[in-house]
């Protein structure tokens, strides 16, 4: 998908290259990830306004590193590298970049010792995030230096003739004080963008575009209860009305009243009809016995595929699925075609989807991170209590139940998992919390009750604050309602005699467990 007024960042596999896409639509510019390995062809698209280099874990000088197959100096747009991109930069025009055994991390102070359009606005001392073990040691005579670490260590590069840049901070992470500023420079005093990325923008050219797709044709929408669903539901219902049906599967790893709750808020919400159909036992059938996580990502993929498949038969042969992936999604699944960065896991929509799908798909908020999405929802008027609500992966508790699965560890789960939240909300630190949930780890750790030895399950809690589920932090619980939750859980759910609360961020830990 290729806006007006994009930044493509190319992606050498750094932990902050999806933040700097963020950080550039939040200045409302759409900017996009590639690889590494994109055509010269595609860059040259006169909608991208400029390149951002992102950086990553290798070194230039190292024979395997990934490297780009174009050269910089003829793409004829501004261009930004950072860490390792800015290395990459200096490489090609024959500088050299080599270590000395020991970088620079974390906080560091930066002099400006050149004007620059993009340090306009900076103090002459500022204070950055830097991460990087190899350093510039030679620079070709087309470039100044303009900005120098205080190891004097060269920290920013210009050329001479050319919009091209070179950081060895990051201007990206909060860190790095007068970051903002330099990203706005780049972006509008020398990339000259637009501020046209906003929801009500997306929404317009959203409908445009499914109605060209599916012209006379009726769609499928798989309906999960979420927002993401919710919002391609009312996108679609805009666009195409009655050619569109919503189609909620209960594969048998919700929590406990989870159907009627979701059927509930979104048709009062929305005022869209939606049909259950019931595939519980082939799903639990399929996943019994799996213990590997990946490969319940993508039986429970494929298993969805084929049970809408079998419900176009019965009702009509849509020829399209709608479906509620975001992102980030295609990111952590390594959908961004050639890239570096690892597949994190497979997303049930994406990386877990079988080969031979009947379906087209459409997926009009593939391209938005979850934050976005909600904007989205609140521009088509979605009420606050389905915006709100924390997100629930496509397998459901089968990938908060470690190992095998069976039907007394899906009600154990369920159990723990309703009294988490409904204390929660009635606490109403529900609100403040971006996702919630249990976790059942299999483990069986000894415990006394009623004076006498058991032998049970782990609880394991997880709360995260986050915008778009790229990263997160754990939620700083109150005691008092730890103790409540735990209390609770082991009084009332049989087969559970020991409670845990996570307290990994991500990085290095996901959100989910599985």
């Known amino acids: ?36 390995k994109t055509d010269i062809e595609i860059l040259k698209n006169p909608k991208i306004k400029a390149i951002i280099l992102s950086g990553g874990p290798s ?25 390792y991109g800015m290395q990459l930069i200096i490489q090609q025009w024959g500088g050299k970049i080599d270590s000395k055994g020991n970088g ?13 359009q993009i340090f306009k606005n900076l103090k002459k001392e500022t204070d950055v995030w830097m991460s990087h073990g190899d350093q510039v040691f030679k620079l070709n005579t087309d470039w100044n230096k303009i900005a120098l670490s205080d190891n004097n260590i060269i920290a920013g590069i210009q050329h001479k003739n050319l919009p091209i840049y ?60 979420g927002v993401d669903s919710a919002v391609v539901a009312v996108l679609l219902h805009k666009a195409i009305g009655n050619q569109l049906s919503c189609v909620f599967i209960d594969h048998g790893f919700l929590r406990n009243n989870e159907v009627a709750e979701v059927l509930s808020s979104l ?10 159909y019931d595939y519980s036992n082939i799903f639990l059938k399929k996943i019994t016995n799996i213990n590997d996580p990946e490969q319940k990502r993508k039986i429970i993929g494929e298993q969805f595929i084929r049970a809408f498949e079998e419900i176009s038969e019965k009702v009509g042969n849509y020829k399209f699925l709608a479906q509620g992936t975001l992102y ?40 938005l991170f979850k934050d976005e999405v909600r904007k989205v929802g609140k521009e088509l008027n979605i009420p606050n209590f389905i915006l709100n ?14 190992g095998k699965i069976n039907k007394r560890k899906i009600n154990i789960l369920k159990s723990a998992d309703e009294i988490f939240i409904k204390i929660l909300r009635e606490t109403n630190e529900y609100e403040k919390i971006w996702q919630a949930f249990c976790v059942l780890i299999p483990s069986k750790t000894v415990g006394v009750m009623g004076d006498a030895r058991t032998y049970e399950n782990i609880i394991a809690l997880r709360a995260v604050t986050s915008l778009d589920g790229m990263t997160a932090d754990w939620y700083k619980m109150p005691y ?27 990085p290095p830990g996901t959100i989910e467990w599985e």
């Open 328 to 367: 980030p999604d295609i990111i952590e699944s390594g959908g961004i075609e050639d890239g570096v960065s690892d597949t994190i896991k497979s997303h049930h929509n994406v990386g877990g989807l079988p080969d031979n799908i009947k379906f087209e798909l459409i997926e009009p908020v593939k391209d």
């Open 166 to 225: 070179g950081l060895q901070f990051h201007p990206e992470v909060n860190h790095t004080i007068e970051g903002e500023t330099i990203l706005d420079n780049f972006l509008f005093n020398i990339s000259n963008c637009e501020k046209k990325w906003t929801s009500e923008n997306f929404i317009d050219k959203s409908i445009i575009k499914i109605r060209n797709k599916v012209k006379k044709n009726h769609v499928l929408c798989a309906i999960s209860g």
């Open 480 to 506: 008092d309602i730890l103790n409540k939750v735990s209390s609770e859980i082991i009084n009332n759910v049989n087969g559970v005699n020991r409670v845990v609360y996570d307290i990994t961020t991500k």
């Open 267 to 276: 048709k009062n919400g929305i005022g869209i009809n939606i049909n259950v």
């Open 59 to 83: 070194s230039v000088y190292n024979n395997k590193s990934p490297k780009i197959n174009w050269i910089l100096k003829e793409i004829n747009k501004p261009i930004l590298g950072i860490c």
């Open 1 to 36: 998908m290729i806006n007006s007024s994009m930044i493509a960042i190319i992606d050498f596999g750094s932990q902050y290259t999806k933040l700097i896409a963020r950080r550039i639509r939040e200045k409302n510019v759409y900017s996009e990830i590639f690889s590494y």
């Open 104 to 116: 620079e991390y974390g906080l560091a102070k930066v002099s400006i010792k050149n004007e620059s």
């Open 389 to 402: 609500r924390h997100p629930f992966p496509g397998p459901g508790l089968a990938i908060r139940i470690l």
